[in-house]
């Protein structure tokens, strides 16, 4: 009985003690509700808010965002933190791409400090194997050479290179159409009373074509404005523009070669195709010496630097951001398959080799220097040479081959069959070993004379054996791994090459080779 008296009293207690806390925590509560309204004041969006929550129960809910990271500290709202006056100008740095985005219609403003123009400028530098000291216009080092050094500026008259690439653009809706969207317009002011350059007010307009611009601004010595407008949108067309904005005090961020300016350096060469695949070939890397450490090192590059992309003319991919590096590498479709360095004519050159083509089609080929490191590296936007075109052949009895061993020099199209469509290696192997067996008589022949015998001895004082055992291997290629045409050629007897086939050329009937083991082991056709 006690203990149950005690038990009842201890239940007495308990409840008790809880209604007391309930209480406590109901005043505390109705103390914060009393002082909400000076806290909510206190925040800078208040106004705002009110505004948005006018005639509705409840905010809209907020637009879905990708999840990036915002700094959020106690005490500091947005008000405070991170928050960009409405349509004021971006900074650029040197040599530092903006890329943005632009709906059709936008215009968005940059500027270029003074304070960086008025900075020492940067050596440009390349990853390329190059002496850019004692070079000439008359190989591709000239190009590097100019793009890197040849228009730059001492700091007393400070030049600024401003270029502008887009990097994707509006797409067709319409079946079948092969006209690229409207170009950026870009707009520059050198004067602080135009913060805001647009098409009514600027100082230079950049011309941007297949989407590049570039302009050099000479004697510069105040803050630069840039304005970048995107065409408004138009009916068949979908998408917005991308673009990267540089500025450099040291050379143009990005390049653009069309063959007509003052870079006299060498286009890319379509140097042979098949019906689906092709080769070409860069210009001489350098001039250099054979015996110079700038030809070793060319000869001896593991990653040969320059790239190439490819478009069908069908394709409208490409049209309209053909200039830009980036664009080509977001848009186009087709680039190399093998690359690699080459003695072609005494000089290295880049070969590219290029699969995956359609027959009887014309491309578009597209050569680029792209450097490893982009951001804060002079030139780091890449260099574009103007475009080469050719036409893939109709049918397959024409096979590319390359990279012999013997025969270093064929890389062209040669007499084949359908057998060896997948067998490139297989075919070439043939051709090579041919060739080196023949020369192995001719080997045997040269060791009988005395090529080593002093001057007045030897048969020419002229060329040596040297001399001889190259010109001889040359034309034993030539006769041995002929070139190959498709029956779209037109043959010897035609109209007009009649009397030069009569007087100068041995008439072979169709399918047949000068070399008897072509039509016997390959057996073309």
Not at 260 to 271: I, R, S, V
Not at 475 to 481: D, G
Request: glycine share 6%.
């Amino acid at each position: 009985m006690r203990l149950t008296c005690c038990r009842s009293i201890f239940s007495v207690f308990s409840i008790f003690f809880t209604y007391l806390c309930y209480f406590s925590a109901y005043q505390l509560l109705l103390a914060q509700a009393s002082d909400a309204d000076t806290i909510i004041h206190e925040d800078h969006n208040h106004h705002r808010l009110q505004s948005l929550l006018a005639g509705h129960d409840q905010p809209p809910s907020p637009p879905i965002k990708e999840a990036n990271y915002e700094p959020h500290f106690w005490g500091l709202d947005r008000g405070i933190v991170g928050r960009a006056a409405e349509d004021s100008p971006s900074p650029l740095a040197n040599n530092a791409p903006q890329p943005m985005n632009i709906e059709p219609g936008d215009i968005q403003y940059w500027t270029f400090s003074k304070t960086i123009v008025r900075d020492p400028g940067r050596q440009p530098t390349f990853d390329l194997p190059l002496n850019l000291t004692t070079t000439n216009a008359t190989c591709l080092e000239a190009d590097l050479n100019q793009i890197a050094t040849g228009q730059r500026a001492t700091p007393r008259t400070r030049t600024v290179w401003l270029t502008i690439s887009t990097c994707s653009q509006p797409t067709s809706t319409t079946a079948g159409n092969t006209l690229a969207p409207p170009q950026l317009e870009v707009y520059v002011s050198r004067s602080s009373s135009n913060p805001k350059p647009d098409s009514g007010r600027s100082d230079h307009v950049i011309a941007v074509e297949d989407g590049y611009g570039n302009i050099t601004l000479s004697s510069v010595n105040e803050d630069i404005r840039i304005g970048v407008k995107a065409p408004p949108k138009l009916n068949g067309y979908d998408g917005i523009y991308n673009y990267e904005l540089a500025a450099s005090v040291d050379a143009p961020y990005a390049t653009y070669i069309d063959g007509n300016t003052k870079f006299n350096g060498t286009e890319l060469t379509a140097w042979d195709f098949d019906s689906k695949s092709a080769i070409l070939w860069t210009g001489d890397t350098t001039n250099a010496l054979s015996n110079s450490t700038d030809f070793s090192d060319w000869m001896e590059l593991k990653a040969p630097p320059f790239k190439v992309y490819l478009h069908d003319d069908a394709d409208p991919a490409i049209l309209g951001i053909s200039r830009s590096v980036c664009g080509l590498k977001t848009h186009a479709k087709i680039k190399e398959s093998d690359k690699s360095m080459i003695k072609i004519g005494g000089q290295p050159k880049q070969q590219f080799y290029v699969q995956g083509l359609n027959r009887s089609s014309s491309y578009n080929a597209i050569m680029t220097l792209e450097p490893k490191s982009r951001n804060s590296t002079v030139g780091g936007g890449g260099t574009v040479w103007k475009a080469t075109s050719f036409t893939t052949k109709s049918d397959n009895t024409c096979q590319i081959i390359y990279n012999l061993t013997f025969c270093t020099d064929v890389a062209y199209a040669v007499p084949s069959n359908p057998t060896f469509a997948n067998r490139t290696t297989d075919l070439a192997l043939t051709y090579d070993n041919w060739a080196r067996n023949f020369y192995g008589n001719f080997d045997k022949s040269l060791q009988q004379i005395p090529c080593e015998t002093t001057p007045s001895a030897r048969y020419s004082l002229a060329r040596n054996c040297t001399d001889c055992e190259n010109a001889y291997k040359t034309w034993l290629c030539a006769v041995t791994i002929p070139r190959c045409e498709d029956d779209g050629s037109p043959p010897p007897s035609s109209p007009g090459r009649e009397k030069k086939a009569e007087k100068h050329l041995l008439v072979r009937e169709p399918n047949s080779s000068r070399n008897a083991k072509i039509d016997e082991v390959i057996r073309p056709g």
